[in-house]
């Protein structure tokens, strides 16, 4: 089974927001633009693409957001995430910033974590997560 969901931001490609796999919920990866919307919480660029302005902890913490609505609107919860995989396009810069916005989100539960530093996403953001979480309301 899967889900998709207004409430978070359209997928970049042809992919639901999760799907359902006996009692775990895998999400696709969620970034931090808002729903609805191609804003990047975090980021003001020019016409040509430069940064103006640059939050990264506003993408954390958007991030953040946009999984526990995922989660929510699929059946699930933030504290029965088990599994965190974090692509940061700018591991050097931004490690630091994400640890400390993720022990703010996390401190009650706390799941398995990667990060992996890449080269880019396929849009202007600097961060994705890929999640798994637990899904306890029973199959259809």
Not at 82 to 95: G, Q, S
Not at 104 to 115: A, I, L, S, V
């Amino acid at each position: 089974m899967q889900f998709s969901t207004d409430k978070a931001p359209k997928p970049v490609g042809l992919y639901p927001h999760a799907r359902r796999a006996g009692n775990l919920l895998f999400l696709s990866g969620v970034g931090p633009r808002k729903a609805g919307t191609d804003e990047i919480p975090g980021l003001k660029t020019d016409k040509h693409g430069n940064y103006i302005e640059f939050d990264f902890a506003e993408q954390c913490r958007s991030v953040f957001d946009n999984v526990r609505v995922i989660l929510e609107e699929s059946g699930s919860s933030w504290d029965k995430l088990i599994d965190v995989t974090v692509f940061l396009v700018d591991m050097k810069r931004d490690f630091q910033t994400y640890n400390k916005v993720y022990a703010e989100y996390f401190k009650d539960n706390q799941p398995c974590r990667t990060t992996v530093g890449i080269n880019s996403l396929p849009t202007a953001i600097a961060i994705e997560l890929k999640c798994i979480a637990i899904i306890d309301t029973p199959n259809p």
